[in-house]
């Protein structure tokens, strides 16, 4: 189908986008890659009276390393994320997630501040945020506040970013030294949503793990000193937790045997690859 | 850039596989569609609307991208390169095409365009790349009728040609 119509704003320059979206909140819809947005927009799942393009705003296409933060900008592409050089060393967990995010004609347009607003709850980079416990930063005409990840995203498709806000940049901790960090998902087709994600981040007998695909946003547990016999039964006792639901893809009850299976194998790989 | 307004006519200027055209858009029209029925391009296809099945693939200023998932009106000022371009001017077939047409990498050519646009820009990435690097930036383009082998077949024997290609041209004994 074709989207309806709207009026659109190519933004040039941050205070442009944020005096249009101060002006015309929730009528307006931030577009940055699209790759979600779009494909909603011309489903007639959405539909907007403006649609404010934040693409070509270059200060806001950026990533850069500082004080044990990587700052993304909202106009960062996930392509240009897996492009800088210090990927692997500084965030080996997105290094390791982001080839699963969409496909290579998706990821060249598709952002990393979007796919976090889009807050799907079975995409790679949320869950990435939450277990690395990464922040958000939104910022309207009147000012800036900076929300962790888990009081960003609010459920399903939803975050607490209000209609005057854009995301201006994602912030992941740089990874630390002796934790490991490992990723997996099990998906129909390589690309597609998840039907389960685990990400881990083990540090000595310190375990994090969040899970996507499940729950209506990712989940993150935190345990220390597990044997091998209580991991097993606290990532059983976490599938059941979160339930799961049957649909066309899975059923519930496979969910959870993937939570089991995967979790197990994520963090056994996380303690493995230390560094 | 100041407000589209919906309902009214923009003009865009672009460069399209090396010509600098121009048209009228309204915000909503699709890349996809101003190729098509503005410009006239027909080559580029357009299946799902919604950036599943790649057969729209073109390559934004370098970059492959959905031409369904991007406005006409994003296109301003910028390079788009589509199907159309891969041929030399007298018709003959890029190495890629010329691999697929060998191989029989297609059936009903829907898929093609978008099969033949992700693949140029992956082999220019990766000019050696394995089978299952191929399988992986294939994911993004669906096809109904090959099963996917011949066609994995036909990138990597044009990669092979393109490296030997190139390999002729810096060493020139």
């Known amino acids: 189908m074709k989207p309806a119509e709207f009026d659109y704003l190519g933004a040039e320059s941050p205070d442009e986008a944020l005096d249009a979206l101060g002006r015309h909140g929730e009528d307006a819809r931030v577009l940055a890659g699209g790759q979600s947005l779009m494909a909603m927009l011309n489903m007639r799942l959405a539909s907007q009276q403006i649609l404010i393009d934040i693409g070509r705003i270059e200060p806001w296409r950026y990533v850069r390393a500082d004080g044990g933060v990587i700052e993304v900008g909202a106009g960062t592409t996930q392509a240009e994320l897996l492009a800088w050089p210090d990927l692997a060393a500084k965030a080996p967990l997105l290094a390791k997630a982001l080839p699963h995010v969409g496909h290579l004609q998706t990821r060249s347009r598709g952002t990393v501040c979007g796919s976090l607003c889009h807050a799907d709850p079975s995409s790679e980079l949320p869950l990435c945020l939450a277990v690395l416990g990464g922040e958000v930063v939104l910022k309207s005409a009147k000012g800036s506040r900076t929300l962790a990840a888990k009081d960003f995203q609010t459920g399903m498709l939803s975050t607490a970013r209000k209609p005057d806000e854009i995301a201006v940049a994602a912030r992941f901790p740089v990874a630390r030294a002796g934790t490991g960090y490992a990723f997996e998902e099990v998906t129909r087709r390589h690309g597609d949503f998840a039907i389960v994600a685990v990400a881990a981040a083990v540090s000595g007998p310190s375990v994090r793990v969040a899970v996507g695909g499940v729950a209506d946003r990712p989940m993150v547990r935190e345990w220390t000193g597990l044997t091998e016999a209580d991991m097993a039964d606290a990532l059983n006792g976490l599938a059941w937790e979160m339930g799961g639901f049957d649909d066309i893809h899975a059923t519930a009850r496979y969910r959870r045997e993937l939570v089991r299976r995967i979790g197990a194998r994520v963090i056994e790989e996380a303690r493995t690859c230390r560094s | ?173």
């Open chain 2, 1 to 173: 850039m100041p407000l589209l307004k919906r309902g009214t006519l923009h003009p865009i200027s672009l460069v399209v596989d090396g010509v600098e055209v121009t048209g009228h858009a309204e915000p909503r029209m699709l890349l996809v569609d101003f190729l098509r029925r503005v410009l006239g391009a027909t080559g580029t296809h357009v299946g799902c609307e919604h950036g599943i099945c790649g057969a729209c693939t073109i390559r934004l200023d370098g970059e492959p991208a959905r031409a369904c998932l991007l406005l006409a009106v994003q296109a301003d000022g910028r390079r788009v390169d589509t199907v159309e371009g891969l041929a030399s001017a007298d018709g003959a077939l890029s190495v890629l095409q010329d691999a697929f047409h060998r191989h029989f990498a297609l059936q009903c050519g829907f898929c093609t365009p978008g099969m033949l646009m992700t693949l140029q820009g992956f082999l220019e990435d990766n000019p050696d790349p394995t089978k299952d690097q191929v399988r992986a930036a294939l994911s993004g383009n669906i096809c109904r009728c090959t099963g996917y082998s011949e066609i994995v077949d036909a990138t990597l024997d044009a990669a092979a040609r393109l490296r030997n290609q190139d390999q002729a041209a810096t060493n020139p004994t």
